[in-house]
């Protein structure tokens, strides 16, 4: 596999990530509206979460604003993907990681 096929494979499995991310964030801000949801990544591994609080100890934020409940799934999901691309969500070289 070329790194141009690898990374189109990673980045296709990030996508599907952040939508299943949104998928959950939604029905919490639906059953919650007050609840400040943040995005949570794991970093090398493409994970992505919307939540209250991390899942365990190995996540981090993407950013220190919480995500506004006042968006559509498609707006939470540009916000999501615009607010990882600084983000090391991605496997590293060293990582030992595959996308296959």
């Given at each position: 596999m070329?790194?141009?096929?690898?990374?189109?494979?990673?980045?296709?499995?990030?996508?599907?990530?952040?939508?299943?991310a949104?998928?959950?964030?939604f029905?919490?801000?639906?059953?919650?509206?007050a609840?400040p949801?943040?995005?949570?990544y794991k970093?090398?591994?493409?994970?992505?979460?919307?939540?209250?609080?991390?899942?365990?100890?190995?996540?981090?934020?993407?950013?220190?604003?919480?995500?506004?409940?006042?968006?559509?799934?498609?707006?939470?999901?540009?916000?999501?993907?615009?607010?990882l691309?600084?983000?090391?969500?991605?496997?590293?070289?060293?990582s030992?990681?595959s996308a296959?």
């Amino acid at each position: 596999m070329t790194f141009q096929q690898q990374y189109e494979q990673q980045k296709k499995t990030l996508q599907a990530n952040i939508a299943k991310a949104v998928d959950q964030w939604f029905v919490q801000a639906c059953n919650n509206p007050a609840l400040p949801q943040f995005i949570f990544y794991k970093p090398h591994t493409m994970q992505v979460c919307i939540a209250a609080q991390a899942p365990d100890s190995g996540w981090d934020k993407s950013t220190e604003a919480p995500i506004s409940n006042a968006i559509t799934k498609q707006q939470a999901w540009q916000v999501t993907f615009d607010s990882l691309r600084q983000c090391p969500v991605y496997p590293s070289e060293s990582s030992g990681v595959s996308a296959a």
